[in-house]
T-cell receptor, first 115, second 114 residues
């Protein structure tokens, strides 16, 4: 149990375009989902926390108008990178929490490359 | 500012030996600490959680200790196998529910030689 999927697993796009990444909890309801970004050989950095039906809470330094997060249901959250630029190229990982514990279950990640 | 440090150098050990990874933190009072495994190009996989009032936790070949006085956690893999080769991340949390944020260390790369 506690499986989280992400789609797509990798994406290449042109600079200036928008990219949407989906995060799904497959076998449980996730009251909270988290979005992280990880650059090569660096730690996971939390971008935002989202609760179903509420606006996401963004970490300091993360532009909410650039990284749009929607958490429309208890099993789906989406991250849209708007007007992507090469510096947005990174590994984006989501996680989901069931709510009754402190454990976060991570998705397999999405590799974004902006040309 | 809050800081989490893990062995920056890769840890190379021989199959069958015990691997010990270190996680030190400063300017933080976590309610719990977690260890994750991350393979290249993949998301982290949860391994163990230990709370501030626990000294030690075990799960199969894994053992975690948590010393809140030293602000340190040790992660042990006994009878290590080449399949244990991966990056291991420690993460600290405030505790208290699903919306708590995790702060991750940079991870330690473990290589188990056959």
């Amino acid at each position: 149990g506690a499986v989280v999927s992400q789609h797509p697993s990798w994406v290449i796009c042109k600079s200036g375009t928008s990219v949407k990444i989906e995060c799904r909890s497959l076998d449980f309801q996730a009251t909270t989902m988290f979005w992280y970004r990880q650059f090569p050989k660096q730690s996971l950095m939390l971008m935002a926390t989202s609760n179903e039906g509420s606006k996401a809470t963004y970490e300091q330094g993360v532009e909410k108008d650039k990284f749009l997060i929607n958490h429309a249901s208890l099993t789906l959250s989406t991250l849209t990178v708007t007007s992507a630029h090469p510096e947005d190229s990174s590994f984006y990982i989501c996680s989901a929490s069931r709510g009754e514990s402190d454990t976060q279950y991570f998705g397999p990640g999405t590799r974004l490359t902006v040309l | 500012s809050q800081k989490i440090e893990q062995n920056s150098e890769a840890l190379n050990i021989q199959e069958g030996k015990t691997a010990t990874l270190t996680c030190n933190y400063t300017n933080y009072s976590p309610a719990y600490l977690q260890w994750y495994r991350q393979d290249p190009g993949r998301g982290p996989v949860f391994l163990l959680l230990i709370r501030e009032n626990e000294k030690e936790k075990r799960k199969e070949r894994l053992k975690v200790t948590f010393d809140t006085t030293l602000k340190q956690s040790l992660f042990h893999i006994t009878a290590s196998q080449p399949a244990d080769s991966a990056t291991y991340l420690c993460a600290l949390g405030d505790g208290g529910g699903a919306t708590n944020k995790l702060i991750f260390g940079t991870g330690t790369l473990l290589a188990v030689q056959p």
